[in-house]
């Protein structure tokens, strides 16, 4: 498998690929990754494509390789393989994704994960991408959205297999310190990234204190907190507890002792595996009304939704659900149940049909 960004650094694309890693090798499959690598441990499996570099993609910061010097380890790693079949993440990033396209004949899948209402790059790309592109023997996107943008701006089509997850992993254990007598509500994201919406959560929380002075809020996510601590006032300080990046031990904890998880996202979802998390967990959701997370959520059935980038009503709702245990426990029930059908028992067949009829090819 390629992936085109820092494994070290938080995200979806990083998250599926390294679990779909361990998925193949507890199978007994042969696999090696090709990633960017910053300073730290890697597991075995990976091989570095060279160091990161941030460059600004999708109103984030990606992490990527490029250059002279990623293409000869690319082309290394492809001959030393031998692989059956190689698959690569995020195909058009400029990475080792297309690298990997542009130096051998594959066989090659490729999964598409990134969804804009428009891409104008993209637009612009596909035509000098398409050789490259062309090479793929088979396509899948993580959603219908991420499948639409992939056949409007390159064409041809993709079967939709989304990310997965262990939801074994996300039965965690309330912690007594990160409960507030009048409730929990949690948000994870990266704190230093707006479109995951952490300004909206705060700008709502005179209104949720008001009511539920007790109350507490877990953020968690890498980035620097300074800012948006700052943004508070001291007198709620005491109620907003900023965790910064946590293992995904304390995550599940935390998600399974949250009243409400709340995710205020303003835009550039493909998907919404966070919702998924904190479903398995068994924690009631509050989101966006954006597509990725509306069609995650059956349109409002498996969780509330609310209009992005309203603080006012992101309150409303969350209180209305503080003080309706009935509601919040129908939510969590259906949301374990609906949480199952993205476990990586049930995925990993998909993918593997994939391969095989690549391979086979």
Same mark, same amino acid.
């Given at each position: 498998?390629?992936?085109?960004?820092?494994?070290?650094?938080?995200?979806?694309?990083?998250?599926?690929?390294?679990?779909?890693?361990?998925?193949?090798?507890?199978?007994?499959?042969?696999?090696?990754? #090709?990633?960017?690598?910053?300073?730290? &441990?890697?597991?075995?499996?990976? =091989?570095?494509?060279?160091?990161?570099?941030?460059?600004?993609?999708?109103?984030?910061? +990606?992490?990527?390789?490029? @250059?002279?010097?990623? +293409?000869?380890?690319?082309?290394?790693?492809?001959?030393?393989? !031998?692989?059956?079949?190689?698959?690569?993440?995020?195909?058009?990033?400029?990475? +080792?994704?297309?690298?990997?396209?542009?130096?051998?004949?594959?066989?090659? /899948?490729?999964?598409?994960?990134?969804?804009?209402?428009?891409?104008?790059?993209?637009?612009?790309?596909?035509?000098?991408?398409?050789?490259?592109?062309?090479?793929?023997?088979?396509?899948?996107? *993580?959603?219908? !959205?991420?499948?639409?943008?992939? =056949?409007?701006?390159? @064409?041809?089509?993709? =079967?939709?297999?989304? !990310?997965?997850?262990?939801?074994?992993?996300?039965?965690?254990?309330?912690?007594?310190?990160?409960?507030?007598?009048?409730?929990?509500?949690?948000?994870?994201?990266? %704190?230093?990234?707006?479109?995951?919406?952490?300004?909206?959560?705060?700008?709502?929380?005179?209104?949720?204190?008001?009511?539920?002075?007790?109350?507490?809020?877990? /953020?968690?996510?890498?980035?620097? &907190?300074?800012?948006?601590?700052?943004?508070?006032?001291?007198?709620?300080?005491?109620? /907003? #507890?900023? #965790?910064?990046?946590?293992?995904?031990? +304390?995550? &599940?904890?935390?998600?399974? @002792?949250?009243?409400?998880?709340?995710?205020?996202? %303003?835009?550039?979802?493909?998907?919404?595996?966070?919702?998924?998390?904190?479903?398995?967990?068994?924690?009631? *959701?509050?989101?966006?009304?954006?597509?990725?997370?509306?069609?995650?959520?059956?349109?409002?059935?498996? $969780?509330?939704?609310?209009?992005?980038?309203?603080?006012?009503? #992101?309150?409303?709702?969350? %209180?209305?659900?503080?003080?309706?245990?009935?509601?919040?426990?129908?939510?969590?029930? /259906? $949301?374990?149940? &609906?949480?199952?059908?993205?476990?990586?028992? =049930?995925?990993?067949?998909?993918?593997?049909?994939?391969?095989?009829?690549?391979?086979?090819?």
């Amino acid at each position: 498998m390629v992936c085109p960004y820092s494994l070290g650094t938080p995200g979806g694309v990083q998250n599926h690929v390294r679990d779909l890693a361990e998925a193949l090798l507890s199978l007994g499959h042969e696999v090696s990754v #090709l990633a960017p690598v910053d300073d730290g &441990a890697i597991p075995p499996y990976v =091989v570095s494509s060279g160091r990161a570099v941030g460059v600004p993609y999708n109103g984030s910061i +990606a992490r990527v390789t490029f @250059g002279p010097r990623t +293409a000869a380890r690319v082309k290394s790693w492809l001959a030393d393989g !031998n692989f059956d079949v190689v698959h690569v993440h995020e195909p058009t990033t400029p990475s +080792a994704s297309i690298i990997a396209l542009w130096s051998a004949d594959g066989p090659f /899948v490729a999964t598409f994960h990134t969804w804009q209402v428009r891409s104008r790059a993209m637009s612009v790309a596909s035509s000098l991408l398409r050789p490259a592109l062309e090479k793929i023997d088979a396509r899948i996107a *993580v959603s219908e !959205n991420a499948r639409s943008m992939m =056949v409007q701006h390159i @064409g041809g089509e993709a =079967v939709v297999i989304p !990310n997965g997850l262990y939801t074994a992993r996300f039965k965690g254990s309330p912690r007594a310190e990160w409960m507030g007598e009048d409730g929990a509500i949690s948000f994870l994201g990266r %704190l230093d990234e707006p479109r995951k919406g952490l300004g909206v959560l705060l700008d709502a929380v005179p209104a949720l204190i008001a009511e539920r002075p007790r109350l507490k809020i877990l /953020v968690a996510g890498s980035g620097q &907190a300074d800012g948006a601590r700052r943004s508070l006032p001291p007198r709620y300080h005491d109620n /907003v #507890l900023f #965790l910064g990046a946590i293992d995904d031990e +304390a995550r &599940a904890d935390m998600l399974a @002792g949250s009243d409400v998880y709340v995710a205020p996202h %303003l835009g550039g979802e493909s998907f919404g595996i966070v919702l998924v998390e904190a479903m398995a967990a068994g924690a009631p *959701v509050l989101a966006s009304d954006l597509p990725a997370f509306r069609q995650v959520l059956e349109g409002g059935q498996l $969780g509330e939704l609310f209009e992005p980038g309203d603080a006012g009503e #992101l309150a409303s709702r969350a %209180l209305r659900l503080l003080r309706r245990p009935d509601e919040r426990e129908q939510l969590r029930s /259906v $949301g374990l149940a &609906a949480a199952l059908k993205y476990d990586w028992s =049930v995925l990993l067949p998909e993918l593997l049909s994939v391969y095989e009829l690549v391979a086979n090819r």
